[in-house]
T-cell receptor, first 114, second 108 residues
């Protein structure tokens, strides 16, 4: 399967713990996006990368959140000192600037903070 | 005023009906993205179109660039089409500006 993959699919953690999610984009895609979606709401943009450069971060991305894409391929999103309000679905998408703007989404990582 | 507006917000129809969801946008470059999300599921890209019409199976998307309006049609609707349908307009950095979504329920 050459689609966008995310790992893990589900994560339950206790408040105060750190969590890290991984996203593997479609291999030829140079852009990678992270979104957060809470129940009944649309996706909220968090950040995006073009190759290894992080070009924009939303104000939603507090200093407890950090994202990396060290080699311009997979990306990680880390949340430190998790809070119950961090419980959400974290979505990753990728696109290619040479093939138009269409974003392809991964299945998401559902985080539950207890 | 939202930059990307969808209507209706909710739509319930009987199986077999022809479905139309509308999207108007005031921002973005001249293209529009239609996406689908089933309850509890991930987001699936349906169409990205910048002109005319695209068709995939029972789904048809049209766009009028001059009027900045797009429609998503579903022919011969089926209960498995029940989902949230979202339109999104890419801005000049190709980031998506999202509509609020249309929750579609198809009753058998």
């Amino acid at each position: 399967d050459t689609g966008v993959s995310q790992d893990p699919r589900h994560k339950i953690t206790k408040r105060g713990q750190n969590v890290t999610f991984r996203c593997d984009p479609i291999s030829e895609h140079n852009r990678l996006y992270w979104y957060r979606q809470t129940l009944g709401q649309g996706p909220e943009f968090l950040t995006y990368f073009q190759n290894e450069a992080q070009l924009e971060k939303s104000r939603l991305l507090s200093d407890r959140f950090s994202a990396e894409r060290p080699k311009g391929s997979f990306s990680t999103l880390e949340i430190q000192r998790t809070e119950q309000g961090d419980s959400a679905m974290y979505l990753c998408a990728s696109s290619s600037t040479s093939q138009g703007y269409e974003q392809y989404f991964g299945p998401g990582t559902r985080l539950t903070v207890t | 005023k939202n930059e990307v507006e969808q209507s209706p917000q909710n739509l319930t129809a009987q199986e077999g009906e022809f479905i139309t969801i509308n999207c108007s946008y005031s921002v973005g470059i001249s293209a529009l993205h239609w996406l689908q999300q089933h309850p509890g599921g991930g987001i699936v890209s349906l169409f990205m179109l910048s002109s005319g019409k695209k068709k995939h199976g029972r789904l048809i998307a049209t766009i009028n660039i001059q009027e900045k309006h797009s429609s998503l049609h579903i022919t011969a609707s089926h209960p498995r089409d029940s989902a949230v349908y979202i339109c999104a307009a890419p801005d000049s950095n190709y980031q998506l500006i999202w509509g609020a979504g249309t929750k579609l329920i198809i009753k058998p």
